[in-house]
């Protein structure tokens, strides 16, 4: 296996860590040396949960084999290493779909594991850990073996931010699909009362929802946005969706993205149809992965980087924290665009450390403008801890060591299966003692 | 389910350029497999994988670098019967030419998995497809083998004798028309053999380039560049005069 010495990035590019890289062509059957060691898919953690300055990454991305699948059931188990836009073009044409999915496929199984990742449809399939029956861990301490659903150590793994191993393979339940089309409506609502009318009508007849926001309007028209549903359609073919055609060929100066070409495009955005609502018959590519079509645009963000800001708050508190959220944001004038607003449902996940709980949860990017970036960080912070809610580490590059246990209660519970030779940068950041 | 019709020999199908290619053949058209490669448990990992994506797959482990396997007279005791319709080669590996440079036996064995095991090998699969009378001969080469560069001659040359080698087969066969032999250059390609290098814009995914060898293979392109816009870079660097190039770091 060949080792090199190597920075390495997250998407977010902020702060790049210097690691020994090794890239195993096969899945090992013993861990590279003593450590530390943390495992690295394709990097598309936006903070430092996929990083480790001085130790040795295990870069995962040639270990793409799927190694066993059931065309009866749709049970397919494959080397932690396939990215989940490699399964889609194994899968689709045979009539299947990944059970839940982010909005980029551009990551692998086993860091779609690792974070729990969730999709437009939480509120009825939960969590991509809800999806995998077992997979194969290697400890520093242990030989390879097989975890399943309701094992500690699966639930330890599922939202275990890489730290209970490596993933080496796994099986993931994909769900059957007719057509790789949806029928799908926008509907434009103008506030947070309304979004949650949608969510709340939709829930029931709607596999997927989710909200594009515009963060950058105040006023009265804080908080107005799209809706957007969709159902896997009866019709269209089980067309492949294509690689990306284009690719941001630089990091871009850091002012192409100021409050005035942020605000034309939100309204823009916005205002992209005439009338209330619209019907489409649209793609899963353009639905699920409207940013794949593009390659590296983290450039757009320029040299210094960004962050993502995800956090999602209970719905005992109701939407007044999220409505002071929004309200800091616009103030600020630092939001980006395409913010997106979903309400999670009550699917419980086995992951321990899963970010996902029911209520409203808001994702968006910040280019880093240094001390005021992260102060409207702390002011937001300071609203989710009051509401009870949390943030999502595979987002984070900046949140309070304090703040990690207040907002994940199984973190006591989740220590008992660390892997003593495994840790990241954000592990490190939450632990700074 | 009948058995598929077309039938192909792979040696170093564990190559990861290699099992793209196959991958591409598969979402075209079922195959019948013989994966042909040193190590037993990587060999199964490939089937496993191809075997999902619809081939019917044999694996045989064989020390490819040593030249006592009889590939003309093993061949056919695992064809079914039934003509090949390909035999695809490619192994290979990139040295550290350094070392290879200051140890003779190791500069041997670059030479001998580069060129020497795979001008054995083609010639039997040679010998094979003039019996049939038609099939496909297709091994992968390289662009390094296109010009003697000082950073890279060690493996270049092994390279530039296959493609000779190659070049020569396919004059000997030119009047059989049903008979092709495909030379592949992949350029610059993310694979396991170059995980130590930086990536620059010149580096094609193993995917592309799989995928593009498999149509090369299809249409039985004599010499195919992989991507295709090699075929220019490494036309200027030939043309290059050797004071020009000596000024480089090539
Ligand atoms: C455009 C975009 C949209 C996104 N949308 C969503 C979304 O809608 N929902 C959502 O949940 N997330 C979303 N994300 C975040 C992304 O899905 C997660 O960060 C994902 O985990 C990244 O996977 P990766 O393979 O790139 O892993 P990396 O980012 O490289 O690593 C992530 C973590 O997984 C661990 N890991 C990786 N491989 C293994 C392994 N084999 N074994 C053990 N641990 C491992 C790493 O150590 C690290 O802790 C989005 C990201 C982008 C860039
Ligand atoms: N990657 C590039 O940039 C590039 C560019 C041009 C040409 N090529 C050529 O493309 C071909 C495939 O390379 P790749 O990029 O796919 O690399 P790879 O994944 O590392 O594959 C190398 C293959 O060669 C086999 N091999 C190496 N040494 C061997 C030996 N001594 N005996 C028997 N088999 C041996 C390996 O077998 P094991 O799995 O058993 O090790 C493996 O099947 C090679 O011929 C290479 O020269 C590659």
Redesign the pocket.
Known sequence: MTTTTREMHAWGKLRPARATVCTP?WPPAALPGPGPLLAYGLGRSYGDSCLLDGGTMIETRFLDRIRAFDPHTGLLRAEAGISLDAILRFCVPRGWFLPTTPGTALVTLGGAIANDVHGKNHHRSGCIGNHIPAFDLLRSDQPVQTCHAGDALHAATIGGLGLTGLITAAQIQLTPIRSAFLDVELIRFSGLDEFMALSAESAATWEHTVAWIDCIAGGASLGRGIFIRGNWSDRGALTLHRPARLSVPMDLPACTLNRFSVRAFNTLYYRRFCGKTKTLHQHYAPFFYPLDGVGQWNRIYGKRGFYQYQCVTPPAAGTGPMVQILKQIAASGQASFLAVLKTFGHVASPGLLSFPTPGITLALDFADRGARTRELFDRLDAIVRDAGGRLYPAKDARMRADDFPRFYPQLETFRNHLDPSFTSEFWKRMHPH | MSAPTYQAAVF????????ETLRAMLRQQPARLLLI???AG?LAAVADDLRCRGAECLTLTA???DFATDWASLLPQHSANRPWDLFLL?????PDQEQALADGNSLA?VL???FV?PAVIAAACGAILDRQGHGTLAV?????GDRGRGSNFV?GSA?AGLDTFLAGMRHRFAKRQRIKIVTL??????????AHLTKGPL?SS?DRVGALAWQAIRAGTPVAYLPGWWKLVMTLIRWLPEMVLHRTRL
């Open positions: 062509a | 170093g199908a564990t190559s990861s350029i290699c099992q490669g040193r190590n990587k020390p490819l670098a490619a192994h290979g590996t990139m064995e001998a998995v580069n095991s992968i080469g390289s662009v390094a493996y390279k250059k992949p350029g610059m390609t993310d694979s396991p053999m170059t580096f193993a």
